[in-house]
């Protein structure tokens, strides 16, 4: 298959042009992975790079899943031999192939239950703090890592919580563990005291998507492992949908892009796929307020009649009734169901949604809350950590105390849930002086 096969004229002037460090603005709509996968796909038929040593970083893993399976579809084995992963991924794969100063060895990354029912309900009890109370003080020290202010000449003195940093860092050393969010600076890290760590294989081309979303920590190492690989970078993304400032991410990155990469090209995709015309304009125009953004206009190019209404309540309750009203109209006019989706800016403890919910259901409409969630599942855990100790014991002749602790804690809940009861702190922990 060619690899501008079925790309508008605008998007094949994007997934062809010439080599060099470019920045992608591609607003909503305009088939941003879409092009991505064909750059590649240029790349290696076209300019006949070798597909591992073409890099595509991502920001989540379902992201990077997506595009994994469409460079396989587009070039079979040569797809399947990029290399694709989210940042933090490819952060970890390099720190466990090359080890690292900074960290416990062997590098053994904590997981979400982990982290929870162990490393924090530890500490909150090592401490005498409510969980929440430590919860706050890891994501502080995650906001120091995001914005390189660990970096910063006597910052473990200045530090907000130095009682939480030494009994973390004890801790840690009982158990040799490594915090997911410390992942991408502890490859900054070695990367700046290490000459010689370079990604296996280099990379010559890296590309990178959703490149507003990422942090000052992010925006260094990737430039610092294109310099290192001596790698062009071409990051995609819209300043207009950076949207996670909760992690630091802030859209001046890409508006500085060529600031960063010199000779950086800048081309943009205009033409909206996604949405009819009166939705651009209105996008358009509410964008337009943003001070700062880099100039562009989208320009709808379907047929796709889509209406916009502003609604005001008087109540929280009038909303939720009024809302209910009017799926069940749409509904009534042949929507399928399946096919009203319901945004929420927020939504603490269902006091937004559930009103809504019930009122659907008062109209014998059946609503479906999807949710992340905290359903605890320890049979599961139990599982993954006696893999884990399996693993340790087989390849490093070695227990992994982590694992055997959560263990005990899964094991633990799975009887205050069978009992139905709940508890507040762990019965174990490590003694530190």
Request: proline content about 5%; hydrophobic content about 40%.
């Amino acid at each position: 298959m060619p690899w501008d096969e079925g790309l508008r004229e605008e998007q094949k002037t994007v997934a062809g042009r010439n080599r060099g460090h470019a920045v992608l603005l591609a607003g909503p709509g305009t088939g941003k992975t879409f092009v991505l996968v064909r750059r590649v796909e240029y790349l290696v038929e076209a300019e006949r790079v070798d597909p591992r040593q073409i890099t595509a970083l991502t920001f989540t893993r379902a992201a990077a899943a997506e595009m994994r399976s469409r460079l396989v579809d587009r070039l079979g084995e040569s797809g399947d031999e990029v290399r694709v992963s989210t940042l933090h991924s490819f952060a970890l794969r390099e720190l466990l192939r090359q080890g690292a100063a900074g960290l416990p060895v062997p590098v053994r990354v904590v997981g979400d239950w982990e982290e929870r029912w162990v490393v924090v309900q530890e500490l909150s009890r090592l401490l005498g703090r409510y969980v929440p109370a430590v919860q706050d003080a890891i994501t502080r020290l995650a906001d120091d890592w995001d914005t390189l202010a660990a970096d910063g000449a006597g910052w473990e003195q200045g530090f907000a919580d130095p009682q939480f940093l030494d009994a973390w860092r004890q801790h840690r050393e009982v158990y040799g563990y490594t915090l997911r969010s410390e992942l991408v600076y502890q490859l900054l890290c070695e990367l700046r005291s290490n000459p010689a760590f370079s990604p296996i294989p280099p990379a010559t081309v890296v590309l990178v998507d959703e490149y507003q979303d990422l942090n000052l920590c992010d925006l260094t190492t990737i430039q610092i492992l294109a310099e290192r690989s001596d790698a062009e970078v071409f990051a995609a993304g819209d300043d207009d949908q950076s949207i996670y400032s909760f992690r630091h991410a802030h859209p001046i990155g890409i508006r500085r892009f060529a600031e960063d990469y010199d000779g950086a090209g800048s081309p943009i995709l205009r033409e909206c796929l996604r949405c009819g015309d009166r939705i651009v304009q209105l996008a358009n125009w509410l964008i337009a307020q943003e001070i700062g953004r880099v100039p562009k206009e989208l320009v709808s190019v379907t047929d796709w009649p889509a209406e916009v209404h502003l609604i005001r309540f008087v109540s929280q309750d009038d909303e939720a009734r009024s809302v209910a009203r009017i799926v069940q109209a749409e509904i009534a006019h042949g929507t399928a169901p399946e096919e009203v989706l319901i945004l929420l800016r927020a939504d603490r403890g269902g006091q937004v949604s559930h009103p809504i919910a019930e009122r659907l259901s008062q109209l014998g409409i059946r609503p479906y809350l999807p949710r992340a969630g905290e359903t605890e599942q320890p049979g599961i855990q139990m599982l993954l950590e006696y893999l884990i100790l399996a693993q340790s014991l087989s390849e490093q002749a070695r227990v992994d105390d982590l694992a055997l602790r959560a263990l005990l804690e899964a094991q633990w809940n799975r009887s205050d849930s069978t009992m139905g009861c709940r508890r507040i702190l762990p019965r174990a922990s490590p003694q530190i002086q």
